[in-house]
T-cell receptor, first 114, second 112 residues
Framework: DGGITQSPKYLFRKEGQNVTLSCEQNLNHDAMYWYRQDPGQGLRLIYYSQIVNDFQKGDIAEGYSVSREKKESFPLTVTSAQKNPTAFYLC?????????????FGDGTRLSIL | SQKIEQNSEALNIQEGKTATLTCNYTNYSPAYLQWYRQDPGRGPVFLLLIRENEKEKRKERLKVTFDTTLKQSLFHITASQPADSATYLCALGKDSSYKLIFGSGTRLLVRP
């Protein structure tokens, strides 16, 4: 079945450490996104990518970095510069087109600080 | 700045009744609105999309309305079932932008 796979499901970060969250999709979608979800808040966009080797900052990109070397993969690195990284991270993808299409989400990675 | 509001209090209804969830927005003119369902510990799942020139959209027991004058969308689940218990998110967007603005969601609890 086609879908989006995020790993790991749970991740712990030590102070000063960078961690990378994996996101892989086999839907053949061009666009991919990373969101952060905090309790009581809506999803906030961190980064998005429309095509391979190109990505743009979202609303809260500081302390995060991404790469898009393959169409299927869009990993997110949470750097030590992100001072409040504890959150639920969601990856999504969508079909490229003139009209925006629904986004398909993975089941998230929950990141906590040790 | 744009703002999207969903009732933060949980909606608690009896099985078989119609659940109605509200999504209000300000300082924004969306081209479309989407509704998603999210279960605990899972990612959101797309349910319905309604565009600005559409008043109503239906899918099985689901119905969405979109009033651009009131800046409001209503999401209805008829003949609700305990399996409908989840958090429902609304999201606004424009065709000119990849950015979706999400509400914080409303939790629905359907009692058997």
């Amino acid at each position: 079945d086609g879908g989006i796979t995020q790993s790991p499901k749970y991740l712990f970060r030590k102070e000063g450490q960078n961690v990378t969250l994996s996101c892989e999709q086999n839907l053949n979608h061009d666009a991919m996104y990373w969101y952060r979800q905090d309790p009581g808040q809506g999803l906030r966009l961190i980064y998005y990518s429309q095509i391979v080797n190109d990505f743009q900052k979202g609303d809260i990109a500081e302390g995060y970095s991404v790469s898009r070397e393959k169409k299927e993969s869009f990993p997110l690195t949470v750097t030590s510069a992100q001072k409040n990284p504890t959150a639920f991270y969601l990856c999504a993808s969508s079909i490229e087109g003139t009209e925006r299409q629904p986004q398909h989400f993975g089941d998230g990675t929950r990141l906590s600080i040790l | 700045s744009q703002k999207i509001e969903q009732n933060s209090e949980a909606l608690n209804i009896q099985e078989g009744k119609t659940a109605t969830l509200t999504c209000n927005y300000t300082n924004y003119s969306p081209a479309y609105l989407q509704w998603y369902r999210q279960d605990p510990g899972r990612g959101p799942v797309f349910l319905l999309l309604i565009r600005e020139n559409e008043k109503e959209k239906r899918k099985e027991r689901l119905k969405v309305t979109f009033d651009t004058t009131l800046k409001q969308s209503l999401f209805h689940i008829t003949a609700s079932q305990p399996a409908d218990s989840a958090t429902y998110l609304c999201a606004l967007g424009k065709d000119s932008s990849y950015k979706l603005i999400f509400g914080s969601g409303t939790r629905l609890l359907v009692r058997p």
